[in-house]
Protein backbone atom coordinates (compact mmCIF):
# COMPACT_ATOMS: atom_id res chain seq x y z
CA UNK A 1 0.00 0.00 0.00
CA UNK A 2 0.92 3.05 -0.66
CA UNK A 3 1.20 6.31 1.77
CA UNK A 4 -1.50 7.92 0.13
CA UNK A 5 -4.11 4.53 -0.17
CA UNK A 6 -6.92 5.30 1.68
CA UNK A 7 -6.88 2.00 2.93
CA UNK A 8 -3.81 1.96 4.76
CA UNK A 9 -4.30 1.00 8.20
CA UNK A 10 -3.77 4.10 10.59
CA UNK A 11 -0.87 2.99 12.84
CA UNK A 12 -1.41 5.61 15.47
CA UNK A 13 -4.95 4.56 15.91
CA UNK A 14 -4.57 1.29 16.00
CA UNK A 15 -1.83 1.93 18.86
CA UNK A 16 -4.36 3.98 20.85
CA UNK A 17 -6.80 1.65 20.48
CA UNK A 18 -4.64 -0.98 21.94
CA UNK A 19 -3.47 0.63 24.83
CA UNK A 20 -7.07 1.39 25.63
CA UNK A 21 -7.60 -2.29 24.97
CA UNK A 22 -5.18 -2.75 27.67
CA UNK A 23 -6.95 -0.70 30.20
CA UNK A 24 -10.12 -3.01 30.33
CA UNK A 25 -7.99 -5.78 30.75
CA UNK A 26 -6.79 -4.27 33.88
CA UNK A 27 -10.16 -3.61 34.43
CA UNK A 28 -11.50 -7.08 34.04
CA UNK A 29 -8.75 -8.52 35.72
CA UNK A 30 -9.36 -6.48 39.01
CA UNK A 31 -12.88 -7.56 38.50
CA UNK A 32 -12.03 -10.90 38.35
CA UNK A 33 -9.42 -10.96 41.39
CA UNK A 34 -12.06 -8.59 43.85
CA UNK A 35 -14.62 -11.67 43.20
CA UNK A 36 -12.02 -13.96 44.32
CA UNK A 37 -10.25 -12.48 47.06
CA UNK A 38 -11.61 -9.36 48.13
CA UNK A 39 -10.89 -5.43 47.38
CA UNK A 40 -7.30 -5.50 49.25
CA UNK A 41 -6.01 -8.44 47.83
CA UNK A 42 -6.87 -7.83 44.46
CA UNK A 43 -5.63 -4.39 44.21
CA UNK A 44 -2.27 -5.86 46.16
CA UNK A 45 -2.15 -8.59 43.84
CA UNK A 46 -2.53 -6.18 40.45
CA UNK A 47 -0.30 -3.89 41.83
CA UNK A 48 2.26 -6.15 42.13
CA UNK A 49 1.97 -7.72 38.48
CA UNK A 50 2.64 -4.04 37.18
CA UNK A 51 5.34 -3.40 39.09
CA UNK A 52 6.36 -6.67 38.27
CA UNK A 53 6.67 -5.77 34.59
CA UNK A 54 8.18 -2.49 35.28
CA UNK A 55 11.16 -3.45 36.76
CA UNK A 56 11.64 -5.71 33.89
CA UNK A 57 11.28 -2.82 31.73
CA UNK A 58 14.13 -0.49 33.83
CA UNK A 59 16.78 -3.17 33.50
CA UNK A 60 17.41 -1.01 30.43
CA UNK A 61 17.73 2.54 32.02
CA UNK A 62 20.32 1.17 34.56
CA UNK A 63 23.58 2.45 32.68
CA UNK A 64 21.90 6.11 33.53
CA UNK A 65 21.85 5.63 37.24
CA UNK A 66 23.21 7.24 39.29
CA UNK A 67 22.13 10.92 38.08
CA UNK A 68 22.55 10.89 34.27
CA UNK A 69 18.93 12.32 34.24
CA UNK A 70 19.48 14.15 30.89
CA UNK A 71 20.00 10.42 29.59
CA UNK A 72 17.27 8.76 31.91
CA UNK A 73 15.11 11.63 30.17
CA UNK A 74 15.57 10.78 26.53
CA UNK A 75 15.79 7.10 26.76
CA UNK A 76 12.53 7.12 28.49
CA UNK A 77 10.91 8.79 26.35
CA UNK A 78 12.19 7.61 23.41
CA UNK A 79 10.90 4.15 24.89
CA UNK A 80 7.32 4.97 25.06
CA UNK A 81 5.20 4.06 21.94
CA UNK A 82 4.50 7.67 20.17
CA UNK A 83 5.16 9.47 23.41
CA UNK A 84 3.73 12.90 22.02
CA UNK A 85 0.54 11.32 20.82
CA UNK A 86 -0.28 8.72 23.95
CA UNK A 87 1.13 10.46 27.18
CA UNK A 88 2.12 14.20 26.03
CA UNK A 89 5.59 13.98 28.19
CA UNK A 90 5.94 17.50 29.64
CA UNK A 91 9.29 17.60 31.28
CA UNK A 92 9.11 19.94 34.13
CA UNK A 93 12.57 19.79 35.56
CA UNK A 94 15.25 17.75 34.31
CA UNK A 95 18.91 19.08 36.16
CA UNK A 96 21.76 17.12 38.04
CA UNK A 97 19.29 17.13 40.95
CA UNK A 98 16.54 15.12 39.43
CA UNK A 99 14.32 14.89 36.69
CA UNK A 100 9.77 15.75 36.61
CA UNK A 101 7.43 14.25 34.07
CA UNK A 102 4.10 15.30 34.04
CA UNK A 103 2.19 13.03 31.70
CA UNK A 104 -0.57 15.61 29.87
CA UNK A 105 -2.88 12.46 28.87
CA UNK A 106 -3.27 8.44 29.22
CA UNK A 107 -4.82 6.38 26.81
CA UNK A 108 -5.55 3.96 29.75
CA UNK A 109 -7.35 6.85 32.09
CA UNK A 110 -9.67 8.02 28.80
CA UNK A 111 -10.59 4.56 27.86
CA UNK A 112 -11.56 4.02 32.03
CA UNK A 113 -13.43 7.68 31.86
CA UNK A 114 -14.89 6.51 28.27
CA UNK A 115 -16.22 3.39 29.63
CA UNK A 116 -18.33 5.55 32.32
CA UNK A 117 -16.44 4.42 34.92
CA UNK A 118 -16.74 6.49 38.31
CA UNK A 119 -13.68 8.74 39.56
CA UNK A 120 -12.93 6.22 42.61
CA UNK A 121 -12.45 3.72 40.31
CA UNK A 122 -10.25 5.60 37.85
CA UNK A 123 -8.23 6.95 40.44
CA UNK A 124 -7.96 2.98 41.44
CA UNK A 125 -7.01 1.93 38.56
CA UNK A 126 -4.23 4.43 37.61
CA UNK A 127 -3.22 4.09 41.06
CA UNK A 128 -2.54 0.22 39.90
CA UNK A 129 -0.86 1.04 36.49
CA UNK A 130 0.99 3.57 37.95
CA UNK A 131 3.07 0.69 39.65
CA UNK A 132 4.94 0.12 36.64
CA UNK A 133 6.88 3.46 36.86
CA UNK A 134 7.48 2.62 40.42
CA UNK A 135 9.28 -0.90 39.52
CA UNK A 136 10.66 0.95 36.11
CA UNK A 137 12.85 3.19 38.03
CA UNK A 138 13.33 1.51 40.77
CA UNK A 139 14.99 -1.75 38.85
CA UNK A 140 16.83 1.63 36.78
CA UNK A 141 18.86 2.49 40.72
CA UNK A 142 16.78 5.82 40.98
CA UNK A 143 14.14 6.81 43.82
CA UNK A 144 10.87 7.51 42.51
CA UNK A 145 7.90 9.69 43.61
CA UNK A 146 4.45 8.38 41.30
CA UNK A 147 1.55 10.71 41.78
CA UNK A 148 -1.06 9.40 39.58
CA UNK A 149 -4.14 11.16 38.55
CA UNK A 150 -7.11 11.92 41.37
CA UNK A 151 -10.59 13.23 40.70
CA UNK A 152 -10.40 17.31 39.33
CA UNK A 153 -6.48 17.35 38.16
CA UNK A 154 -5.59 18.04 34.69
CA UNK A 155 -3.51 15.70 32.60
CA UNK A 156 -2.30 12.15 34.47
CA UNK A 157 0.55 11.07 36.46
CA UNK A 158 3.57 13.04 37.76
CA UNK A 159 6.77 11.38 37.55
CA UNK A 160 9.82 12.95 40.38
CA UNK A 161 12.74 11.11 39.73
CA UNK A 162 16.19 11.39 42.27
CA UNK A 163 18.97 10.03 42.99
CA UNK A 164 18.38 6.32 45.14
CA UNK A 165 19.76 7.33 49.00
Same mark, same amino acid.
Given at each position: ???????????????????????????????????????????????????????????????????????? +??????????? /???? =? @?? *????? #???????? +??????????? /???? =? @?? *????? #???????????????????????????????????????
Amino acid at each position: MSATDKTAPDHKALMVASIKGRAMVYKAMLDELRESLGEEQAIALMRGAIERRGREIGKQFQTFAPGDFAGL +RDAFIAYIPDA /ALTV =D @PD *VRKCD #ADGLEIKF +RRCPLKTAWID /AGLP =D @PE *VETLC #AIAGCVDTGTFTEAGFAIDVETWKQGEEGCCRLVITRAP
